[in-house]
């Protein structure tokens, strides 16, 4: 069953503009990830942020979670045509190294 | 490092026919995952492995699937027999077990095809 749900499904937006991603999940994690898919391709893991962490920076990327909402939201600043892929979320929980990942969000960045 | 290895990237068989799907995790790393990819279900954790061996396989959908992995540097998925429904890209990823390293690293995927 998904764990992970992103909001939105789609986003489009033009070149320089920040992009809000967000992702909720059911029940106790772990971790949460947020992995990026170019269309085709494999997925590239961009960052991770663990349970006891509120905020994560790296580069151009911040992540936020809010383990009392079961929330997390990935902000990409600046965006750029070649940010344009789909954003996953995935949790793991208890001992399992299991990713459970969420259906994704489509950004779209127009030069 | 070359990254994670799949192959083929691409596959087209028959209802019935046997599939087989190969995948060479980067090398080091003591975790492989399969993961199944559709529109419809997006992507599905089929089964794990660490240290070669099989640890969660209860995303296999069924008895026609089966995963093996004979040495730390292969790893195979074989559908027997295949079925329409199969159609998805099919992905391997591996990852290392260095305390606080849970990032997965992903192949480029088999876009496999059951007419």
């Known amino acids: 069953s998904q764990q992970g749900e992103e909001d939105p499904q789609a986003l489009s937006i033009q070149e320089g503009e920040n992009a809000t991603m967000n992702c909720s999940y059911k029940t106790s994690i772990n971790n949460l990830q947020w992995y990026r898919q170019n269309s085709g391709r494999g997925l590239v893991h961009l960052i991770l942020?663990?349970?006891?962490?509120r905020e994560k920076h790296s580069g151009r990327l911040r992540v936020t979670l809010d383990t009392s909402k079961k929330s997390s939201s990935l902000l990409i600043t600046a965006s750029r045509a070649a940010d344009t892929a789909s954003y996953f979320c995935?949790?793991?929980?208890?001992?399992?190294?299991?990713?459970?990942f969420g259906k994704g969000t489509k950004l779209t960045v127009n030069p | 490092d070359a990254g994670v290895i799949q192959s083929p990237r691409h596959e087209v068989t028959e209802m019935g026919q046997e599939v087989t799907l190969r995948c060479k995790p980067i090398?080091?790393?003591?975790?492989l995952f399969w993961y199944r990819q559709t529109m419809m279900r997006g992507l599905e954790l089929l089964i794990y492995f660490n240290n070669n061996v099989p640890i969660d396989d209860s995303g296999m959908p069924e008895d026609r699937f089966s995963a093996k992995m004979p040495n730390a540097s292969f790893s195979t998925l074989k559908i027997q027999p295949s079925e329409p429904r199969d159609s998805a890209v099919y992905f391997c990823a591996s990852r290392g077990d260095t305390k606080g390293s849970y990032e997965q690293y992903f192949g480029p995927g088999t876009r496999l095809t059951v007419t």
């Open positions: 090398s080091g790393h003591d975790y």
């Open positions: 995935a949790v793991t929980q208890g001992g399992s190294e299991k990713l459970v």
């Open positions: 942020i663990r349970s006891n962490e």
